[in-house]
């Protein structure tokens, strides 16, 4: 139950403002370092979280869910020098991923962010190397793309690929994994010049299966900063 509590209240915390309504609007303020910083910075929280092992759903199966994922900002100053209030990016999203035939899964998810004009798009295409079963983990690879939408003074995109790891016990289901993440940045504002950042990502979380709902928490390191994400659903 505690487990339980933690995701619904970390949901409900989607609610509360994590920007100004006129957020990122003073780009032009920036220097071009500072610039590179905010672009890290923003590469780790709008990259795509699955939020999700590594097993594959099956031609029947579907996953459909709300998320938290939150975000510490480690260029905070440029942030706001920026025009945002930004201790933290807090970004809720819907997910829906669907089984495919061959081991195959596909995923999309939507966020905006609440008290801000910011709205990121993502896709996922997963493919399960090893199914998985009782005696033997659950081995997949996942290639996605987020792009940023609503914010007038930036245009912004990630790619992502990454191995996922995971072990069902009983109702629960721990996973990890690694991945590279890239990302290009380009600003519409003052003198300042396109971004292309990269980072590795390194992630873990674990699944609680509610019979037709599922629970889902994880913590995510790409590059320096740190995201985490809970999702609420139903997973069959």
């Not at 979280?49 to 097993?55: C, D, H, L, R, S």
């Not at 579907?62 to 209030?85: N, P, Q, R, Y």
């Not at 829906?96 to 993502?122: E, M, Q, R």
Request: charged residues 15%; hydrophobic residues 45%; aromatic residues 8%.
């Amino acid at each position: 139950m505690k487990f339980q509590a933690i995701c619904v209240l970390a949901l409900a915390a989607a609610g509360a403002p994590a920007f100004a309504a006129d957020d990122l609007d003073n780009l032009g303020s920036l220097t071009q370092s500072e610039f590179s910083g905010l672009s890290k910075d923003f590469l780790a929280a709008s990259s795509y979280k699955a939020v999700a092992p590594a097993e594959p759903l099956g031609v029947t199966g579907f996953d459909i869910g709300v998320e938290l994922s939150s975000t510490k900002m480690d260029h905070g100053a440029v942030w706001e020098k920026a025009g945002a209030d930004s201790a933290n990016l807090y970004m809720p999203k819907v997910h829906i991923h669907k089984g495919l035939p061959f081991n195959i899964d596909i995923g999309a998810s939507l966020t905006a962010v609440p008290g801000s004009d910011i709205k990121v798009g993502g896709a996922e295409i997963k493919y399960a190397l090893i199914e998985g079963g009782t005696a033997t983990p659950a081995v997949s690879v996942r290639g996605a793309v987020t792009r940023l939408f609503g914010v007038n003074q930036l245009d912004a995109d990630t790619r992502s690929l990454e191995l996922t790891v995971s072990k069902g016990f009983l109702n629960m289901t721990p996973y990890g994994g690694v991945g590279k993440v890239w990302g290009t940045l380009t600003p519409h504002a003052g003198s300042l010049t396109k971004e292309s950042p990269s980072a590795t990502k390194l992630f873990a979380g674990l699944n609680f299966s509610l019979g037709f709902g599922n629970l889902a928490a994880e913590v995510d390191q790409t590059g320096d900063s740190k995201s985490v994400s809970v999702k609420l659903g139903f997973r069959l």
